[in-house]
């Protein structure tokens, strides 16, 4: 006879799903904190239960794993080949970013990461804000998104 999962053990099944599919995410930007944290919550027990403050967490992340492909009506390489010329001007953690991006030749971007090349940008060109990313930006440092953003970051 098959065991039957009770309703929050079902829930906590879809939670390290995410948590998991987070891990795969190509190209993402987690800090080293993020990393250990989705690692640690990925290998959870099976009976494990996820708590509120976990589910703030895990819906934060997913607002950073967001994928954008413009900013302002610029595309990540209108944005790019602006501020490429200039990466040896800037500091070694930023020049070292725009020649990580070069080399990667994705079409898209990360929110954080979007973020950054829009400012990068900033120092050469005029580029407005980018409203939808500066909401994301903001949801990313302390607010839950599940109501913010829509029913896609409900866990």
């Not at 992340?61 to 900013?71: D, N």
């Not at 973020?115 to 980018?130: H, V």
């Amino acid at each position: 006879m098959v065991k039957r999962r009770s309703r929050k053990l079902l829930e906590a099944d879809r939670f390290q799903a995410r948590v998991i599919s987070l891990l795969c995410v190509a190209h993402a930007d987690w800090n080293e904190w993020e990393q250990d944290w989705l690692l640690d919550e990925a290998r959870r027990p099976d009976d494990y239960i996820y708590s509120e403050k976990e589910r703030v967490i895990l819906n934060r992340l997913i607002a950073c794993a967001m994928t954008f492909t413009h900013y302002s009506e610029w595309s990540v390489w209108e944005m790019l080949d602006v501020a490429y010329p200039y990466r040896k001007d800037l500091d070694e953690d930023d020049e070292a970013f725009l020649e990580q991006l070069r080399n990667w030749r994705v079409p898209d971007l990360k929110v954080r990461q979007i973020s950054r090349l829009a400012r990068l940008c900033r120092l050469t060109e005029f580029l407005p804000r980018d409203e939808i990313v500066a909401d994301v930006i903001r949801a990313t440092r302390g607010q839950d998104l599940s109501e913010l953003v829509g029913n896609e970051l409900r866990i």
